[in-house]
């Protein structure tokens, strides 16, 4: 570009601002505005569940802790697992969990690590071995099946990476139908904690040739259990 093809093209931008007019602002303007529609929770968890099955990811039922619990161990049981990675228990959204776990066989393993760079490293080392990782979630999207984590203080963003297998439960009430909805319900989501995500089923990455791979950046196997 020379320099007075330049000059002419900065020129056109600054005569166009000035010759600009603002929308119209008034009332009668449209304006968007978010959805009114209030799905019930049965066809929201129906939509979920099948969203997330199109995804290659696993939905399960639980109630009650004990059977959350069995749950958790049929399926690290089926992955080959005998300990875990977790969020704190108060995160989880259900108490006594860990407790049962570790009644169960499953060994909770700490994941802190230290801010050095060299035993940082040395420590996820460590920790790449453990086959699960078990989280909450904040909320949920039905149409995507995609969870809310948001990380923080008990809430470590490793747990929901690094592990093969990744586990969350989720209360059936924070799914919202669409992102708009839960935008809308949830304005201030994004403060939530230090890092927020939506997961939507097991990591998926396709190469040049559209050749799709699982778990190559993050879990390969995604498990929601659905409590009330």
């Known amino acids: 570009m020379t320099a007075g093809s330049r000059e002419r093209i900065l020129e ?5 601002l000035v010759r600009a007019v603002l929308p119209d602002s008034s009332e009668s303007a449209p304006r968007w505005s978010p959805p009114t529609r209030r799905e019930t929770v049965e066809a929201l968890v129906e939509t979920f569940s099948a969203a ?4 290659s990811g696993h939905v399960h039922h ?4 004990p059977e959350i619990a069995e749950t958790v161990v ?3 049981t089926g992955h080959g697992a005998t300990s875990y990675l977790s969020w704190d228990e108060e995160h989880l959204g259900c108490p006594g969990l860990i407790a049962a776990l570790g009644a169960r066989g499953l060994t909770r393993v700490s994941y802190d690590l230290p801010a050095d760079p060299e035993h940082r490293l040395r420590a996820a080392q460590d920790l790449a ?3 699960l990782g078990l989280t909450g979630a904040l909320a949920a999207i039905a149409d995507s099946a995609s969870m809310v984590l948001a990380s923080g203080p008990g809430r470590g963003r490793l747990v929901s990476l690094l592990p093969p297998v990744h586990v969350a ?5 924070v799914i919202r139908p669409t992102l708009a909805a839960l935008i809308a319900d949830e304005p201030r989501l994004l403060e939530a904690g230090s890092n927020v ?6 990591s998926r990455t396709a190469d040049i040739e559209m050749t799709l791979s699982h778990g190559v950046h993050g879990p390969k196997h ?7």
């Open 222 to 228: 995604v498990h929601v259990i659905l409590t009330p």
């Open 62 to 65: 639980a109630a009650t802790t």
């Open 12 to 16: 056109a931008v600054r005569n166009g």
């Open 74 to 76: 049929s399926i690290a």
């Open 52 to 55: 997330l099955s199109a995804l």
């Open 129 to 131: 071995g453990i086959t």
């Open 169 to 173: 439960i989720l209360q059936q009430r």
């Open 197 to 202: 995500v939506l997961i939507s089923g097991p």
